[in-house]
Protein backbone atom coordinates (compact mmCIF):
# COMPACT_ATOMS: atom_id res chain seq x y z
CA UNK A 1 0.00 0.00 0.00
CA UNK A 2 2.97 2.28 0.77
CA UNK A 3 4.43 1.59 -2.36
CA UNK A 4 1.32 2.81 -4.16
CA UNK A 5 0.89 5.48 -2.09
CA UNK A 6 3.90 7.05 -1.89
CA UNK A 7 4.18 10.22 -3.70
CA UNK A 8 -0.05 11.21 -1.57
CA UNK A 9 1.96 10.04 1.62
CA UNK A 10 4.41 12.58 3.61
CA UNK A 11 7.25 10.30 4.59
CA UNK A 12 9.58 12.70 6.78
CA UNK A 13 6.83 12.04 10.32
CA UNK A 14 5.13 8.49 10.74
CA UNK A 15 2.12 11.01 12.64
CA UNK A 16 1.55 13.14 9.40
CA UNK A 17 1.64 9.84 7.48
CA UNK A 18 -0.86 8.01 9.31
CA UNK A 19 -2.97 11.03 9.51
CA UNK A 20 -2.76 11.21 6.01
CA UNK A 21 -3.62 8.18 5.77
CA UNK A 22 -6.25 7.93 7.50
CA UNK A 23 -7.90 10.80 5.64
CA UNK A 24 -7.37 8.70 1.93
CA UNK A 25 -9.44 5.65 3.13
CA UNK A 26 -12.29 8.37 4.32
CA UNK A 27 -11.36 9.81 0.80
CA UNK A 28 -12.31 6.76 -0.89
CA UNK A 29 -15.42 5.99 1.14
CA UNK A 30 -16.33 9.49 -0.09
CA UNK A 31 -15.66 8.26 -3.77
CA UNK A 32 -17.69 5.34 -3.28
CA UNK A 33 -20.67 7.41 -2.20
CA UNK A 34 -20.22 9.71 -5.26
CA UNK A 35 -20.13 6.65 -7.57
CA UNK A 36 -23.45 5.46 -5.42
CA UNK A 37 -25.01 8.71 -6.07
CA UNK A 38 -24.74 7.90 -9.90
CA UNK A 39 -26.79 5.29 -9.40
CA UNK A 40 -29.66 7.14 -7.68
CA UNK A 41 -29.10 9.68 -10.37
CA UNK A 42 -30.21 6.95 -12.94
CA UNK A 43 -33.37 5.79 -10.96
CA UNK A 44 -34.53 9.40 -11.15
CA UNK A 45 -33.92 9.89 -7.11
CA UNK A 46 -31.17 12.69 -7.72
CA UNK A 47 -30.93 15.32 -10.66
CA UNK A 48 -27.83 15.10 -12.83
CA UNK A 49 -27.17 18.59 -11.50
CA UNK A 50 -27.47 18.12 -7.62
CA UNK A 51 -25.20 15.08 -8.40
CA UNK A 52 -22.72 17.61 -9.55
CA UNK A 53 -23.05 20.02 -7.01
CA UNK A 54 -22.71 17.19 -4.16
CA UNK A 55 -19.46 15.39 -6.11
CA UNK A 56 -17.88 19.96 -5.98
CA UNK A 57 -19.05 19.60 -2.16
CA UNK A 58 -17.19 16.68 -1.49
CA UNK A 59 -14.07 17.56 -3.98
CA UNK A 60 -13.78 20.99 -2.93
CA UNK A 61 -14.31 19.75 1.43
CA UNK A 62 -11.56 16.68 0.42
CA UNK A 63 -8.85 18.90 -2.01
CA UNK A 64 -9.14 21.73 1.12
CA UNK A 65 -8.53 18.76 4.10
CA UNK A 66 -5.83 17.42 1.55
CA UNK A 67 -4.05 20.42 1.38
CA UNK A 68 -3.95 21.22 4.70
CA UNK A 69 -2.79 17.79 5.99
CA UNK A 70 0.29 17.87 2.96
CA UNK A 71 0.79 21.41 4.01
CA UNK A 72 1.44 20.26 7.52
CA UNK A 73 -0.78 23.72 8.84
CA UNK A 74 -2.83 20.94 10.27
CA UNK A 75 0.00 20.83 13.01
CA UNK A 76 -1.14 24.59 14.26
CA UNK A 77 -4.58 22.96 15.31
CA UNK A 78 -5.33 21.43 18.79
CA UNK A 79 -6.24 18.49 16.70
CA UNK A 80 -3.85 17.82 14.17
CA UNK A 81 -5.65 14.67 12.69
CA UNK A 82 -8.56 17.28 11.67
CA UNK A 83 -11.01 14.28 12.85
CA UNK A 84 -13.45 16.86 14.43
CA UNK A 85 -13.36 19.27 11.42
CA UNK A 86 -13.42 16.24 9.24
CA UNK A 87 -16.96 14.57 11.03
CA UNK A 88 -18.33 17.93 11.43
CA UNK A 89 -18.38 18.15 7.62
CA UNK A 90 -19.53 15.23 7.28
CA UNK A 91 -23.03 15.71 9.14
CA UNK A 92 -22.91 18.54 6.73
CA UNK A 93 -22.72 16.83 3.54
CA UNK A 94 -25.14 14.20 4.78
CA UNK A 95 -27.95 16.60 5.73
CA UNK A 96 -27.48 18.21 2.53
CA UNK A 97 -27.21 14.94 0.55
CA UNK A 98 -30.26 13.42 2.33
CA UNK A 99 -32.01 16.91 1.66
CA UNK A 100 -31.63 16.61 -2.36
CA UNK A 101 -32.52 13.22 -1.99
CA UNK A 102 -35.96 12.16 -3.45
CA UNK A 103 -36.04 8.85 -2.12
CA UNK A 104 -33.63 5.79 -0.64
CA UNK A 105 -32.01 7.65 2.02
CA UNK A 106 -31.33 4.25 3.61
CA UNK A 107 -28.45 3.26 1.34
CA UNK A 108 -26.31 6.34 1.58
CA UNK A 109 -27.18 6.71 5.31
CA UNK A 110 -24.99 3.54 5.31
CA UNK A 111 -22.32 4.96 3.83
CA UNK A 112 -22.45 7.73 6.21
CA UNK A 113 -22.05 5.93 8.94
CA UNK A 114 -19.12 4.24 7.92
CA UNK A 115 -17.35 7.85 7.26
CA UNK A 116 -18.53 8.57 10.56
CA UNK A 117 -16.97 5.77 12.21
CA UNK A 118 -14.02 7.11 11.59
CA UNK A 119 -14.23 9.35 14.49
CA UNK A 120 -14.19 6.40 16.73
CA UNK A 121 -10.40 6.27 15.60
CA UNK A 122 -9.69 9.60 17.50
CA UNK A 123 -12.50 11.53 19.54
CA UNK A 124 -13.23 10.11 23.15
CA UNK A 125 -16.91 8.83 24.23
CA UNK A 126 -17.80 12.18 25.65
CA UNK A 127 -16.67 13.49 21.79
CA UNK A 128 -18.19 10.54 19.46
CA UNK A 129 -21.72 11.36 21.73
CA UNK A 130 -22.04 15.09 20.98
CA UNK A 131 -20.53 14.36 17.14
CA UNK A 132 -23.41 11.25 17.17
CA UNK A 133 -26.04 14.04 18.15
CA UNK A 134 -25.06 16.51 15.54
CA UNK A 135 -25.47 13.68 12.40
CA UNK A 136 -28.83 13.08 14.38
CA UNK A 137 -29.96 16.60 14.33
CA UNK A 138 -28.68 17.47 10.37
CA UNK A 139 -30.91 14.39 9.58
CA UNK A 140 -33.24 15.33 11.50
CA UNK A 141 -33.41 19.10 9.73
CA UNK A 142 -32.81 17.71 6.39
CA UNK A 143 -36.07 15.34 6.21
CA UNK A 144 -38.05 17.95 8.04
CA UNK A 145 -37.24 20.43 5.17
CA UNK A 146 -38.04 17.68 2.65
CA UNK A 147 -41.06 16.93 4.62
CA UNK A 148 -41.90 20.95 4.58
CA UNK A 149 -40.72 21.67 0.64
CA UNK A 150 -41.80 18.20 -1.17
CA UNK A 151 -43.72 16.81 1.25
CA UNK A 152 -44.59 14.13 -1.67
CA UNK A 153 -40.87 12.89 -0.72
CA UNK A 154 -41.38 12.13 2.35
CA UNK A 155 -42.26 9.26 4.09
CA UNK A 156 -42.93 9.60 7.68
CA UNK A 157 -42.72 5.91 9.06
CA UNK A 158 -39.37 5.49 6.43
CA UNK A 159 -37.66 8.99 8.25
CA UNK A 160 -38.37 7.91 11.26
CA UNK A 161 -37.10 4.78 11.43
CA UNK A 162 -34.06 6.02 9.71
CA UNK A 163 -33.85 8.63 13.07
CA UNK A 164 -33.95 5.30 15.45
CA UNK A 165 -31.23 3.12 13.55
CA UNK A 166 -29.33 6.55 13.28
CA UNK A 167 -29.77 7.58 16.28
CA UNK A 168 -27.94 3.44 17.92
CA UNK A 169 -25.19 4.85 16.25
CA UNK A 170 -24.48 7.15 19.54
CA UNK A 171 -24.18 4.49 22.26
CA UNK A 172 -22.36 1.94 20.04
CA UNK A 173 -20.03 4.47 18.81
CA UNK A 174 -19.52 6.13 21.85
CA UNK A 175 -18.43 2.84 23.35
CA UNK A 176 -15.80 1.50 20.51
CA UNK A 177 -14.74 5.37 20.91
CA UNK A 178 -14.23 5.24 24.46
CA UNK A 179 -12.70 1.62 23.97
CA UNK A 180 -10.17 3.00 21.67
CA UNK A 181 -9.19 5.97 23.44
CA UNK A 182 -8.37 3.39 26.48
CA UNK A 183 -6.16 1.76 24.27
CA UNK A 184 -4.70 4.50 22.74
CA UNK A 185 -3.46 5.90 26.60
CA UNK A 186 -2.12 2.35 27.49
CA UNK A 187 -0.37 2.26 24.14
CA UNK A 188 0.71 5.37 24.78
CA UNK A 189 1.66 4.72 28.62
CA UNK A 190 3.53 1.23 27.33
CA UNK A 191 5.32 3.24 24.65
CA UNK A 192 6.70 6.12 27.40
CA UNK A 193 7.71 2.79 29.97
CA UNK A 194 9.78 0.71 27.43
CA UNK A 195 11.52 4.16 26.17
CA UNK A 196 12.06 4.48 29.86
CA UNK A 197 13.08 0.65 29.87
CA UNK A 198 15.26 1.38 26.58
CA UNK A 199 17.17 4.19 28.69
CA UNK A 200 17.59 2.16 31.60
CA UNK A 201 19.29 -0.47 30.07
CA UNK A 202 21.67 2.17 27.63
CA UNK A 203 22.55 3.16 31.10
CA UNK A 204 23.60 0.09 32.22
CA UNK A 205 25.57 -0.73 29.46
CA UNK A 206 27.91 2.37 29.60
CA UNK A 207 27.40 3.91 32.60
CA UNK A 208 29.53 3.22 36.01
CA UNK A 209 26.82 2.21 38.69
CA UNK A 210 28.75 4.08 41.71
CA UNK A 211 29.73 7.13 40.07
CA UNK A 212 27.49 7.86 36.80
CA UNK A 213 30.24 8.58 34.65
CA UNK A 214 31.40 6.27 32.09
CA UNK A 215 32.20 2.28 32.57
CA UNK A 216 35.87 0.95 31.43
CA UNK A 217 34.13 -0.28 28.06
CA UNK A 218 32.26 2.73 26.95
CA UNK A 219 35.81 5.04 27.79
CA UNK A 220 37.68 2.45 26.07
CA UNK A 221 34.85 2.54 23.04
CA UNK A 222 35.25 6.09 23.49
CA UNK A 223 38.84 6.63 23.06
CA UNK A 224 38.94 3.94 20.24
CA UNK A 225 36.41 5.86 18.01
CA UNK A 226 38.16 9.14 19.09
CA UNK A 227 41.51 7.55 17.95
CA UNK A 228 40.10 7.21 14.70
CA UNK A 229 38.49 10.67 14.21
CA UNK A 230 41.74 12.14 15.45
CA UNK A 231 44.04 10.15 12.35
CA UNK A 232 41.21 11.21 10.26
CA UNK A 233 41.38 14.93 10.70
CA UNK A 234 44.99 14.91 11.69
CA UNK A 235 44.01 16.47 15.19
CA UNK A 236 45.95 15.73 18.39
CA UNK A 237 44.12 13.92 21.03
CA UNK A 238 45.41 13.14 24.65
CA UNK A 239 44.65 10.78 27.75
CA UNK A 240 44.97 11.59 31.39
CA UNK A 241 44.99 8.39 33.68
CA UNK A 242 44.43 9.48 37.25
CA UNK A 243 44.73 7.07 40.49
CA UNK A 244 43.69 7.60 44.09
CA UNK A 245 46.57 6.93 46.59
CA UNK A 246 46.03 4.92 49.46
CA UNK A 247 42.67 4.19 48.81
CA UNK A 248 42.89 1.12 50.63
CA UNK A 249 43.68 2.68 53.78
CA UNK A 250 40.53 4.92 53.18
CA UNK A 251 38.47 1.75 53.17
CA UNK A 252 40.01 0.39 56.11
CA UNK A 253 39.91 3.26 58.18
CA UNK A 254 36.67 4.88 57.54
CA UNK A 255 34.62 2.11 55.76
CA UNK A 256 33.62 1.16 52.41
CA UNK A 257 30.78 3.51 52.26
CA UNK A 258 33.10 6.40 52.97
CA UNK A 259 35.64 4.69 50.08
CA UNK A 260 32.22 4.74 47.42
CA UNK A 261 31.32 8.54 48.51
CA UNK A 262 34.73 9.72 47.50
CA UNK A 263 35.05 7.58 44.56
CA UNK A 264 31.68 9.91 43.83
CA UNK A 265 32.64 13.18 44.89
CA UNK A 266 35.94 12.67 42.80
CA UNK A 267 33.95 11.89 39.98
CA UNK A 268 31.60 15.25 40.44
CA UNK A 269 34.87 17.00 40.37
CA UNK A 270 35.92 15.82 37.47
CA UNK A 271 32.94 15.97 35.81
CA UNK A 272 32.94 19.87 36.70
CA UNK A 273 36.69 20.32 35.24
CA UNK A 274 36.17 18.49 31.57
CA UNK A 275 34.72 20.00 29.03
CA UNK A 276 31.34 18.15 27.08
CA UNK A 277 33.54 16.55 24.32
CA UNK A 278 36.17 14.78 26.98
CA UNK A 279 35.26 11.57 27.80
CA UNK A 280 35.50 10.73 31.62
CA UNK A 281 35.34 7.06 32.42
CA UNK A 282 36.33 4.99 35.58
CA UNK A 283 38.75 2.92 34.45
CA UNK A 284 39.50 0.57 37.72
CA UNK A 285 38.61 0.56 41.14
CA UNK A 286 39.95 3.59 42.21
CA UNK A 287 41.32 4.45 38.52
CA UNK A 288 40.18 7.20 36.14
CA UNK A 289 40.40 7.73 32.78
CA UNK A 290 40.14 10.78 30.87
CA UNK A 291 39.59 11.04 27.09
CA UNK A 292 40.50 14.67 25.51
CA UNK A 293 40.08 14.83 22.17
CA UNK A 294 41.68 17.93 20.03
CA UNK A 295 44.08 18.64 23.09
CA UNK A 296 47.52 18.46 22.33
CA UNK A 297 49.82 16.60 25.55
CA UNK A 298 50.60 20.32 27.03
CA UNK A 299 47.33 21.06 27.40
CA UNK A 300 46.38 17.97 28.60
CA UNK A 301 49.28 18.38 31.79
CA UNK A 302 47.54 21.62 32.35
CA UNK A 303 44.13 19.85 32.68
CA UNK A 304 45.95 16.99 34.67
CA UNK A 305 47.23 19.62 37.00
CA UNK A 306 43.49 21.35 37.84
CA UNK A 307 42.66 17.68 37.85
CA UNK A 308 44.74 16.40 40.86
CA UNK A 309 44.76 20.12 42.38
CA UNK A 310 40.84 19.19 42.85
CA UNK A 311 41.46 15.94 44.54
CA UNK A 312 44.85 16.86 46.58
CA UNK A 313 44.29 20.34 47.68
CA UNK A 314 40.74 20.38 48.46
CA UNK A 315 39.05 18.66 51.59
CA UNK A 316 36.66 15.57 51.16
CA UNK A 317 33.53 16.43 53.67
CA UNK A 318 33.59 12.70 54.25
CA UNK A 319 36.86 12.59 55.90
CA UNK A 320 38.27 14.43 59.23
CA UNK A 321 39.51 17.82 58.50
CA UNK A 322 43.06 16.84 58.41
CA UNK A 323 42.69 14.20 56.52
CA UNK A 324 43.99 14.50 52.50
CA UNK A 325 43.59 12.74 49.25
CA UNK A 326 46.37 11.93 47.55
CA UNK A 327 46.47 11.22 43.70
CA UNK A 328 48.99 10.25 40.73
CA UNK A 329 48.51 11.35 37.19
CA UNK A 330 49.61 9.86 33.67
CA UNK A 331 49.93 11.87 30.54
CA UNK A 332 49.88 10.14 27.11
CA UNK A 333 49.70 11.65 23.54
CA UNK A 334 48.13 9.67 21.20
CA UNK A 335 50.83 8.75 18.05
CA UNK A 336 50.73 7.93 14.62
CA UNK A 337 52.79 5.02 15.43
CA UNK A 338 50.38 3.53 18.12
CA UNK A 339 49.14 0.13 17.26
CA UNK A 340 45.98 0.20 19.43
CA UNK A 341 45.16 1.84 22.42
CA UNK A 342 46.68 -0.47 24.63
CA UNK A 343 49.51 1.61 23.82
CA UNK A 344 48.25 4.51 24.90
CA UNK A 345 47.00 3.78 28.10
CA UNK A 346 50.26 1.91 29.20
CA UNK A 347 52.13 4.70 28.22
CA UNK A 348 50.31 7.16 30.02
CA UNK A 349 50.69 4.34 32.71
CA UNK A 350 54.68 4.34 32.45
CA UNK A 351 54.23 8.09 32.52
CA UNK A 352 52.39 7.92 36.10
CA UNK A 353 54.58 5.63 37.60
CA UNK A 354 57.72 7.80 36.72
CA UNK A 355 56.35 10.86 38.15
CA UNK A 356 55.83 8.43 41.31
CA UNK A 357 59.54 8.09 41.65
N1 LIG B 1 34.95 1.73 48.55
C1 LIG B 1 35.35 1.23 47.39
N2 LIG B 1 36.61 0.73 47.28
C2 LIG B 1 37.00 0.25 46.09
C3 LIG B 1 36.15 0.21 44.99
N3 LIG B 1 36.82 -0.35 43.96
C4 LIG B 1 38.06 -0.65 44.41
N4 LIG B 1 38.18 -0.27 45.70
C5 LIG B 1 39.31 -0.47 46.58
O1 LIG B 1 40.41 0.29 46.17
C6 LIG B 1 41.56 -0.33 46.67
C7 LIG B 1 42.65 -0.30 45.67
O2 LIG B 1 43.76 -0.90 46.22
P1 LIG B 1 45.17 -0.77 45.54
O3 LIG B 1 45.04 -1.13 44.09
O4 LIG B 1 46.13 -1.60 46.37
O5 LIG B 1 45.48 0.74 45.62
P2 LIG B 1 45.84 1.70 46.83
O6 LIG B 1 45.41 1.17 48.15
O7 LIG B 1 45.26 3.02 46.43
O8 LIG B 1 47.36 1.69 46.75
P3 LIG B 1 48.28 2.66 45.90
O9 LIG B 1 47.55 2.94 44.62
O10 LIG B 1 49.54 1.89 45.66
O11 LIG B 1 48.48 3.88 46.72
C8 LIG B 1 41.18 -1.75 47.09
O12 LIG B 1 41.16 -1.86 48.50
C9 LIG B 1 39.77 -1.89 46.57
O13 LIG B 1 38.95 -2.69 47.43
C10 LIG B 1 34.83 0.71 45.17
O14 LIG B 1 34.00 0.69 44.25
N5 LIG B 1 34.49 1.20 46.36
Not at 98 to 107: A, N
Not at 159 to 183: K, Q
Not at 289 to 305: H, K, M, S, Y
Amino acid sequence: MNASLGPLLPTEDPRQSLRVRRFLLAATVYALTVALMGLYVRQGLLSSQEWQLLSLVILLVNAGLYALLRSGRNERFGDPSLTGVQMFLVCLIMGLTMYLLDGGRGGLLLLFLVLLMFGVLRLNARQFTALGGFALLCYAIAVGAVWQQRPEDFNAQVELLHLVALSTLVPCGGFFASHISRLRRLLRERQIDLQRAREEVHDLRVLDPLTGISNRSAIIAFLDQERQRAERLGQPLSVLLLDLRQFKRINREFGHRTGDEILREVARRFRRCVRDIDGLGRYGGEEFLIVLPDTPEEDARQLGGRLTECVQGQRFPQLPARQRMRCTMGISAVLESDQDIWQVIERARADSESAET
